[in-house]
């Protein structure tokens, strides 16, 4: 594993002037490749190091070692910071795991947390793990913003909890009144529930402790430490069993890809939510298995909430920097105004990482952009690809390679075969970080594997150089999101998605395909509104349809479909009609997930009226093919 110090042209584009790069200490794995009949098989030969057997065994060493050091810190209502050192919370994990413990809660009847990122919920977490008891984490978007019940109904009824977590109970009051069978115990972080009874986070913290210690013994690898809803960007929601051994080999994975977070504890300002995968298992595993901090960010990429993270890293700043594509898109624009700002987040920040989706290489970079101007080096943009089910790190682009799309190659301990599907590969991985299943669902879980046991991503991959497969990979879309038109023609849709965002940034926040047995394809696009709005120099209060009316704005998506369609090679690349949508997604309708992303197929079904009446011109906003 080398120091990288490299020259790199624009973080991937070789019409720019090379710049160098951060000094960081990035691992660099042995690949081996080789094709068998028409499957590859593209492995890590670099062995994986041990891991802890337990998920808190972390917890433990460095309360011994930096007792005092902080875990994990959040702003109190005096916007000052409330810290919880190592050594204190490893006193508070074994006294709710013993509270845990006593109310008899177990993998048949686990604990679940209905509200967002917190301290108690941190405190839970790392209590039923200490315990071994499995916990669940639930996007508090089902309790508070949808209105419709049914989402939280079926996950609840998917767990069978034994207790709930809200923080408090007039916020959660609707949905615990809706879906909280009689005999689950509430627990709430404050406020009262008007119609059951509810114990109090703080009475957890005053169990004395008798047999957790010994409980926590007999946790193994193979202990379940919590479930994890899938995002149901595709298919309907699925709770992933995640063990003990999962998340710390994954650590150790990431540690051998970034040896830098060994060498000085890392430090967090993260507001990624908890019951995703990335922000609750990646981001927080960084910090807790390095012996690093983290601190709560309050904010969110929204223009109403993210003044909130500016305050956050003009006082914080970070070692590593994780965010999904529209948190970097806000932040870069910040960066460029606000001085202040941009010196202490460049401060000694080594390493970006986008969530949720690839960051478009029109925001990549930007982002270098003010990097280099205020630093003169640039700051590594990490590419990778990961899901629920892998924990979620399973390749890493660490090499020369640096551009949007590129994913890169296997962590240490990582194996991939790619299976042909129709057109594409099929990435299939295999490894300690792989899950066992989905919970209480052996149907889903058999399909979900390979007569080899490999994991089936449903994402599609192709080689960055087919003559050296040893440089790894390209995302190459959702093989579950490719369909054919009538003529038989596959569309692949995840790069044509890719380009709609990229070529209509700031504009487009999303893209839905559409000609599933149709002669054309066409594209459904959820514009950004506040920039069609600025566009459109129109003011706050008009209305969608308005906005996406304006000359404008009707103008600059005409440019965009011909943008699109430049140099398209036959019916499958060529988009004929282009609608932009006035109706947000919705989170009843399942359109949207709470990290934000799309659900293809759940917009194409609430909306196929719509769909018909594009492909039957019977929709003003639609603009043609040609059109100007």
């Known amino acids: 594993m080398l120091e990288t110090d490299l020259p790199i042209a624009g973080q991937g584009r070789p019409d720019r002037p090379a710049s160098r790069c951060r000094p960081v200490h990035l691992g660099h794995p042995e690949i081996r490749a080789w094709r068998e009949g028409d499957v590859w098989h593209v492995d890590a030969v670099t062995p994986l190091a041990a891991a802890p057997r337990r998920w808190t065994d972390p917890l433990v060493r460095w309360a011994a070692a930096h007792p005092e050091r902080t875990l994990v810190a959040r702003r109190g209502p005096d916007g000052a910071w409330i810290r919880i050192g190592y050594a204190d919370m490893l006193h508070r994990a074994r006294r709710i795991g013993q509270a845990l413990r ?74 615990l009144h809706a879906v909280l069978p009689e005999d689950v115990e509430l627990i709430l972080g404050e406020g009262v529930h008007a119609a059951r009874a509810a114990t109090r986070f703080g009475d957890l913290l005053d169990t004395a402790v008798t047999d957790v210690d010994a409980a926590n013994d007999a946790v193994g690898a193979d202990t379940i430490l919590k479930f994890l809803f899938t995002s149901g960007s595709t298919k309907q929601p699925k709770a992933v069993v995640t063990t003990h051994g999962m998340l710390a080999h994954n650590q150790q994975m990431l540690l051998q890809t970034f040896p830098f977070f060994g060498e000085t504890p890392p430090v967090l300002v993260d507001w990624l939510p908890w019951n995703h995968c990335f922000g609750g298992s990646h981001n927080v595993g960084i910090a807790l298995y390095n012996g690093g901090t983290l601190y709560l960010d309050d904010g969110k990429p929204t223009p109403a909430e993210f003044a909130r993270t500016l305050d956050n890293l003009r006082e914080i700043a970070p070692t590593v920097y994780f965010n999904v594509p529209k948190g970097f898109e806000m932040l870069t624009e910040a960066l460029e105004r606000d001085a202040a700002l941009r010196a202490t987040f460049f401060s000694r920040v080594k390493l970006f990482l986008c969530a949720g989706a690839g960051l478009s290489q029109v925001a990549w970079d930007r982002l270098d952009a003010v990097a280099r101007a205020h630093c003169g080096e640039s700051i590594r943009i990490m590419t990778g690809l990961g899901m629920t089910e892998t924990s979620p790190s399973s390749t890493f682009g660490t090499g020369d390679i640096a551009q949007a799309g590129y ?102 926040m999303d893209a839905v395909v559409t000609g599933l ?34 000359p404008p704005v009707r103008a600059m998506f005409a440019h965009l479909l011909a943008d699109l369609n430049a140099g398209a090679s036959g019916s499958s690349t060529r988009i004929e009609r282009l609608l932009p949508l006035a109706v947000p997604p919705s989170i009843d309708q399942r359109e949207l997930t709470d990290k934000g992303s799309i659900n293809q197929a759940a917009v194409l079904a609430h909306r196929a009226a719509l769909v018909d009446d594009l492909y039957a011109d019977r929709v003003p906003l639609a603009v043609r093919a040609g059109a100007r």
């Open 407 to 508: 994913v890169g190659v296997p962590a240490p301990g990582c194996r991939v075969k790619l299976v042909p599907v129709d057109t594409k590969f099929e990435a299939r991985f295999a490894g300690p970080h792989v899950m066992p299943g989905y919970w209480r669902a052996p149907d889903l879980t058999a399909a979900a594997f390979d007569e080899d046991g490999y994991y089936r991503t449903g994402d599609a991959l192709r080689f960055y150089d087919a003559a050296r497969p040893e440089l790894g990979f390209v995302f190459d879309g959702r093989i579950a999101e490719d369909f054919k038109l009538s003529s038989g023609t596959f569309v692949s849709v995840g790069p044509m998605r890719a380009r709609a965002i990229a070529l209509g940034a700031p504009y487009v």
């Open 517 to 550: 047995n149709r002669e054309t394809v066409g594209l459904l696009v959820f514009p950004r509104m506040e920039h069609c709005r600025a566009l459109a120099d129109l003011s706050a209060d008009a209305d969608a349809a308005q906005v996406l009316a304006s």
């Open 102 to 175: 006593d109310r008899g809660l177990s993998a048949e009847r686990p604990l679940a947390i209905l509200s967002g990122n917190d301290l108690e919920h941190f405190q839970l977490a790392l209590g039923a793990a200490y315990a071994g008891i499995p916990y669940a984490p639930i996007s508090p978007a089902y309790s508070l913003v949808a209105a419709d019940d049914g989402r939280l109904r079926d996950l609840i009824a998917q767990l069978t909890p034994g207790a709930v977590y809200a923080a408090d109970g007039a916020s959660f009051a609707r949905a």
